[in-house]
């Protein structure tokens, strides 16, 4: 790579270690932060889940406009709102207050995650985008491993306002080094920007977020449910219908017309909707069913993120190399056999089961993540591709955020008795219903490369 694609991937790169550190450190703090403001469980996930939620729901905006006024102006901005939010939750007087502070974070986390992506697929060389798009992967996966300690470590020493103050005092000093290395020409598009589609976007799909959120508990009948799900219905729909007709739309309808698209971001969907699901399931079975203590369960754990940062570099630069949609399938194709292992689990484990599974997970990421991406990037003009980001981040999420529900849905429904036995059973069949789907994305990966593609340069773009 060259010294100024070296330079700018350091750059985001330290950027994306830090904000994807931020999902996992908060966690640690939750306790203390029920016990200050004394809030309820229902309530406190909030804290948690309010990131991801605007972050999924705010990236199309933020990709869109990015496109519009520049992405590394409105990168630079997204770290400077996401520092000022840390800074202001750490002093915040009550769970409100909170709240509001971690939604005005959220907004600077959804600024920055997908355009980081784009200006890397734009200012990198296509023959070595894939390359670079792995190794920014294997930045956020370090950053996701590393949270917890660098969370829990302050946590010894302090309290919960100073993993906030950590994070305020480090986006400073990313602002700073950006405003000075982080330049460029960037010209403003003379673009009208879908305000009426954003707004039902903003009201369709954190709805559904909460109406998945509720259903679990609440049941999937409740009125509280059952609301959520018709306000999510009229927002989406209306936003589908108002994105088909918009001249510049934020949701870019017309990438589906190509089939080497379709094929990539169905293997994206069917590879996040069973990893979420692995996430979450495994440090359940492995301290619930297994009977190891935490500590041995967060090392156990530590396999799929260190997998990730492993396979990233390598999945990119393969993906530079060969057909993405082949390296897409392979990972995929790890993927299948994580969950076919995972669905085998009983009893007695035996553990290395898990501990394969989590890796193969891992691997299977490291390898379709950044394949994924080199192969929508090669059918969009470069003037899109804020927009096309925050595209896969927003079906990512929704991907895995189905899955989680639809697999605990399907677990609770069959085990019913809060057993070992019964979670076993629940867990089996879940994942075992998600063999199929993994099994048609990768028949899909490698049976849609008909023939190969032309050469990067000469690719004809979608639109």
């Keep these: 790579m060259e010294e100024s694609e070296v330079r700018l991937l350091g750059l985001l790169g330290a950027g994306a270690f830090v904000l994807a ?60 709102v996401y520092a000022l939010g840390a800074g202001l939750t750490a002093v915040a007087v009550s769970f409100e207050t909170l709240m509001a502070f971690r939604v005005f974070m959220a907004c600077g986390l959804a600024a920055s995650n997908p355009l980081a992506g784009a200006i890397i697929a734009a200012s990198v060389a296509p023959q070595r985008r894939g390359q670079a798009v792995g190794l920014f992967a294997s930045f956020q996966a370090a950053g996701m491993l590393t949270g917890p300690t660098f969370g829990g470590l302050i946590l010894d020493l ?3 306002r100073a993993i906030f103050l950590a994070y305020f005092a480090i ?15 960037e010209e403003r598009r003379h673009e009208p920007f879908d305000y009426l589609g954003a707004l039902l976007l903003l009201i369709g799909y954190p709805s559904l977020l909460i109406a998945l959120s509720y259903g679990p508990g609440s049941g999937w009948d409740a009125p509280i449910t059952l609301f ?3 306000v999510a219905a009229v927002g989406l729909v209306s936003f589908g219908i108002r994105e088909l007709r918009f001249e510049k739309p934020i949701f870019h309808f017309r990438f589906f017309r190509n089939a080497a698209f379709c094929v990539a971001m ?27 203590d935490a500590f041995t369960v967060g090392l156990v754990m530590m396999a799929l993120p260190i997998s990730t940062l492993i396979a990233g570099p390598i999945g990119g630069k393969l993906s530079d190399r060969a057909d993405p949609r082949l390296i897409a399938g ?49 059918n969009a ?24 529900t639809i697999v605990v849905a399907i677990s609770e429904s069959y085990s019913g008795a809060d057993s070992p036995e019964a979670f076993v059973e629940g867990q089996q069949l ?34």
């Design 228 to 230: 959520w799900f018709a």
């Design 266 to 292: 169905f293997t994206l969907v069917a590879a996040s909707f069973v990893q979420n699901p692995v996430t979450l399931f495994s440090p359940i079975y492995l301290q619930k069913v297994l009977d190891l």
């Design 171 to 185: 986006g400073a000093i990313l602002a700073i080094g950006q405003h000075f290395l982080l330049k460029g020409n």
């Design 430 to 463: 879940a994942f075992t219903l998600l063999i199929p789907l993994l099994a048609a994305s990768v028949a899909v990966s490698f049976l849609g490369r008909i023939r190969r593609r032309k050469p990067v340069e000469e690719a004809t773009p979608v639109g």
């Design 158 to 160: 302090f309290d919960w």
């Design 381 to 404: 003009d470069r003037n899109d591709y804020g927009a096309l980001t925050a595209m896969l981040v927003l079906i990512q999420s929704l991907a895995g955020t189905l899955g989680v």
């Design 330 to 378: 392979f990972g995929a194709t790890l993927t299948l056999i994580a969950v076919f292992l995972y669905s085998r689990l009983g009893l007695e484990g035996p553990l290395i089961f898990a501990v394969v599974s989590l890796v193969l997970v891992g691997l299977g990421a490291g390898f379709f993540r950044p394949a994924t991406q080199v192969a929508v990037y090669q």
């Design 21 to 80: 550190s931020t999902y996992t450190s908060i966690n640690v703090a939750l306790p203390d932060i029920q016990d200050e403001f004394d809030i309820s469980l229902s309530a406190l996930k909030w804290v948690s889940i309010i990131g991801a939620i605007m972050v999924a729901s705010l990236s199309l905006c933020f990709g869109r406009i990015g496109d519009l006024l520049g992405r590394r102006r409105i990168y630079r901005m997204g770290i400077i």
